[in-house]
């Protein structure tokens, strides 16, 4: 499998195993399947409710001899109510007790947004926190410090736009080594892609299917259908694949990573194969044609009324 190089040498996997949305019961059966299938990059967070479990199947998975720690990499991610940089240490010391595992390959600040510390999901816009009273870059301060501990191997970003990216990067002493943002030929974002490579930032595609299985809640009701788009489809068709493996072919070849959830045994193997389906420029270029600038995770949840966050200040783009 491809890998995506660090400055020091460490390779992650381009594919990697998603675990949100992945129910406790399932995601356990599911890691335990994916490592024993090939899989070598697990991407987890403690808000996706499920660490624990991911913890125990991969414990599992190396006293069986399956594969070792240092053959694994590990994503988390710090949650919003940890923005704090005194509480960045405990955070992490949580979510590397909960996957049982002395250190993690990377650790991510999750969102550009800010709760109060007792604070898990707010139901009120008292819940949220400005980035004026709790600065990113005070928030990065503190993970340069779980760097330095060698707990985190590496640290980055998620959900940055460019401009918060840059911002960050600027006032930092280790700059972000990762961006894990939503990408699909439906938003490829070529501002972002030019900005981390600028900066010497990888890249992350989370939902580069589309979400499909997102709940309800967050679903618009005539949205579109990424993995039923025709151009999608007939690309699938002339190259012997999937329309997913199409997708995922699209960020593995540019040296993109991605990270599909899926507990089902058929498709985190049709997920997997997807780093062997060779795309053609111009199949290349017409995904790429297919960019329309729409998020399937919005980040509406956090623009409340009266919350300190909107979706133009979120994404730093014009509003609508």
């Given at each position: 499998?491809?890998?995506?190089?660090?400055?020091?040498?460490?390779?992650?996997?381009?594919?990697?195993?998603?675990?949100?949305?992945?129910?406790?019961?399932?995601?356990?059966?599911?890691?335990?399947?994916?490592?024993?299938m090939g899989y070598r990059h697990l991407d987890c967070a403690p808000i996706y409710g499920n660490e624990r479990e991911v913890g125990q199947a991969v414990a599992e998975a190396i006293a069986a001899g399956v594969l070792t720690r240092e053959e694994l990499w590990i994503t988390s991610k710090l949650w919003n109510n940890a923005h704090a940089p005194e509480d960045v240490l405990p955070a992490l010391e949580r979510t590397l007790q909960d996957l049982q595992t002395p250190y993690l390959d990377l650790w991510l600040i999750h969102w550009p947004v800010a709760f109060k510390p007792e604070v898990v999901f707010p139901e009120t816009p008292d819940g949220?926190?400005?980035?004026?009273?709790?600065?990113?870059?005070a928030t990065w301060k503190g993970m340069e410090?779980?760097?330095?501990?060698?707990?985190a191997r590496h640290i980055g970003v998620s959900n940055m736009s460019p401009t918060k990216l840059r911002a960050i990067a600027a006032s930092a002493t280790h700059p972000p080594e990762m961006n894990q943002v939503e990408r699909h030929p439906y938003l490829a974002q070529p501002e972002l892609v030019a900005c981390a490579r600028e900066l010497g930032c990888h890249?992350?595609?989370?939902?580069?299917?589309?979400?499909?299985?997102?709940?309800?809640?967050?679903?618009?009701?005539?949205?579109?259908?990424?993995?039923?788009?025709?151009a999608v489809v007939a690309i699938a068709q002339q190259r012997g694949?999937?329309?997913?493996?199409?997708?995922?072919?699209?960020?593995l070849q540019r040296g993109i990573a991605?990270?599909?959830?899926?507990?089902?045994?058929?498709?985190?193997?049709q997920n997997l194969d997807a780093c062997a389906?060779?795309?053609?420029p111009e199949d290349l270029g017409a995904l790429d044609q297919l960019d329309r600038h729409r998020r399937y995770v919005s980040g509406d949840l956090w623009a409340?009324?009266?919350?300190?966050?909107?979706?133009a200040s979120l994404w730093d783009e014009p509003a609508g």
């Open positions: 499998m491809s890998t995506i190089r660090f400055a020091n040498g460490d390779e992650m996997p381009l594919l990697g195993l998603g675990t949100w949305k992945s129910k406790p019961g399932e995601v356990y059966e599911a890691v335990k399947l994916a490592l024993e949220f926190l400005s980035l004026e009273a709790q600065p990113l870059g410090v779980v760097l330095k501990a060698g707990l890249l992350t595609a989370y939902s580069p299917l589309g979400s499909p299985d997102r709940p309800p809640g967050l679903k618009a009701a005539d949205e579109p259908v990424l993995l039923e788009d025709p694949g999937s329309p997913a493996q199409v997708l995922l072919a699209w960020s991605a990270i599909p959830k899926s507990v089902n045994a058929t498709r985190l193997r389906l060779q795309l053609s409340m009324p009266g919350a300190p966050y909107n979706l």
